[in-house]
């Protein structure tokens, strides 16, 4: 009876994931693999090697590359400070960092765009008070500042998520030990957060990887990354079947990431979200 | 017993504005296994914490071997603790968790590999090197803990309630396993605990510690024998504490009853607390008793009977091999030698709380 009860509680998610997730799938797929008379084919897939397709990749793997790091390396310190507030204090912080996605994502982008303009507020700001104005509006400065904008909650939280759980007895253990701060740093908290790296890695990679947003609106169309090429085959050169190809290739790295992150993340400790 | 390896002077900490230990002086001898021993929040722990390094005292200083350690971190003290929930590196196996101090102090790799052998065989858990610490059982962590602590050659090991989350047949065994260990290595133990069992059985030296107070320091015969005050008969084994009036040296008055005993330099008329064990109340036919009381409750309990004896509108607590059925009527005799004495206590600091467990 219970089973059965349970059963039908599964079927919306069942209904949406076929709807939402499998046919569109199966849709890239097909479409990835074939051309425009139906037959079966790779040259979709192989077209990223031409330069334009094989360029923007490049692009778009470099620049989510270093807003990965950047990311990595402003959220470790936060997350390590947040991690040792005391508890009520840390949960207002938190607030403060989570409160700016509670907002549209493309509004939040556009209003980085009117920030950073040429003759936009920041550069107005800076000419008053006699400060050389800003140039990195459509430079892919602009678009990595997107992103490590966009992303961090998403690589704090779950780095701050491994540190809270690291029980403080492992860290005076190490102490005790004769480990001095660095070493116990290095030899039990760094190894002990791996899995929230990872985790963080995988959530700010990918979404960066694949943006398409961000490089329009602060890349002013002029760089194009993977995700515009993909966009554009979509939208205006109406190609599903190149679009759905780079599609498959765009997947591999998502596919490799996700093994990557659950290969250290055993026991799901890293899942913040 | 030799010289004093460890000092503590009028030590005290607050959290919060809630004082912890209050002005706390206690020496440690080499060799000696001392027991910190009281309910949960008498701070024991924290001293423990503050021998190890992991707290500073508000006022006061820690002398370690002559030395004033009170601002030394811990990683440069010559001490190492085993910490309550063993506090293993879940992601090191156990050779490594084992050989982490000695690798920080950059030993050579066949030392390294020496003393792991040594210490695994010290505690029983030879070829568990490649082991991961999730794999082993609680008892057999808590060994790992115990080597991974003592590869290091410490003056002195701190165990912070080592054995309070094992089971009750292999805390016994882990007793003995520690008092071994204690005399193999010939260095001194200090033991947190509020299990009395585990503190009388190991125990060289006994610190019966209550919000923040001192309240006794002895050997565990003299703690269990001849306590000192209302706390510690409580709290170390079952007793009969009755409010009583000493008349002159060597005769109290009990529930207006008079009772001879050995204790002097009360005073005349008196007031005191008086300690009678369970197991030294001699239940008597009527006539043969000093006082006279009814049975009014029996359990079996393996070794004795528990009995309680209404007499002179006290509740006696009575463990005894002979069994008195309820509702008979008894005489209650006590040798004179086994009445003890205690003044009362002077300050509401040192009243006797009730003991949470």
Known sequence: ?273 | MSNKLINLENISKSYDNHLVLDEMNLYIRENEFVTLLGPSGCGKTTTLRILGGFESPDTGRVIFDGKDITKMPAYKRQLNTVFQKYALFTHMNIAENIAFGLKIKNKSKSYINDKIKYALKLVNLEGYENRMPDSLSGGQQQRIAIARAIVNEPKVLLLDEPLGALDLKLRQDMQYELIRLKNELGITFIYVTHDQEEALTMSDTIVVMNQGYIQQIGTPEMIYNEPENAFVADFIGDSNIIDSIMIRDELVEILGTKFACVDKGFGENVHVDVVIRPEDIELVAPEDGTIQGEVTHIIFKGVHYEMEVMANGFEWLVHSTKMFPVGEKVGIKVDPFNIQIMNKPESEDEEAVQIEE
């Open chain 1, 1 to 273: 009876m219970k089973n059965k009860f349970f059963k039908w509680l599964s079927l919306p998610y069942i209904i949406w994931s076929v709807g939402f997730i499998i046919i569109p799938l199966i849709m890239v797929f097909y479409f990835g693999l074939t051309n425009k008379n139906g037959s079966f084919t790779f040259s979709n897939i192989t077209s990223i090697a031409l330069p334009v397709h094989f360029k923007s990749l490049l692009i778009a793997l470099l620049l989510s590359l270093i807003s990965t790091i950047i990311c990595l390396l402003l959220s470790y310190p936060l997350a390590m400070i947040l991690s040792n507030m005391k508890s009520g204090n840390n949960k207002l912080m938190i607030l403060v960092f989570v409160l700016p996605m509670w907002m549209n994502f493309l509004l939040r982008t556009l209003a980085w765009q009117t920030l950073l303009e040429n003759e936009g507020v920041i550069n107005t700001i800076f000419r008053f008070v006699h400060l050389p104005a800003l140039k990195i509006i459509n430079t892919p400065y602009a678009i990595v500042f997107g992103m490590i904008y966009n992303f961090l909650p998403f690589m704090v939280l779950p780095i701050y998520n491994v540190l809270c759980k690291i029980d403080k007895n492992l860290l005076n253990a190490a102490r005790d030990l004769g480990a001095n701060e660095v070493q116990t740093f290095l030899k039990v908290t760094l190894p002990l957060s791996v899995p929230g790296i990872i985790s963080g890695i995988t959530m700010v990679f990918i979404p960066a990887l694949t943006t398409f947003v961000i490089s329009d609106l602060l890349g002013g169309s002029k760089i194009l990354l993977i995700g515009n090429v993909i966009e554009q085959e979509f939208t205006l050169n109406s190609n599903w079947h190149l679009g759905s190809g780079l599609s498959i290739v765009l997947m591999l790295f998502i596919v490799i990431s996700m093994i990557i992150s659950v290969i250290f993340d055993k026991d799901g400790e890293g899942s913040a979200l």
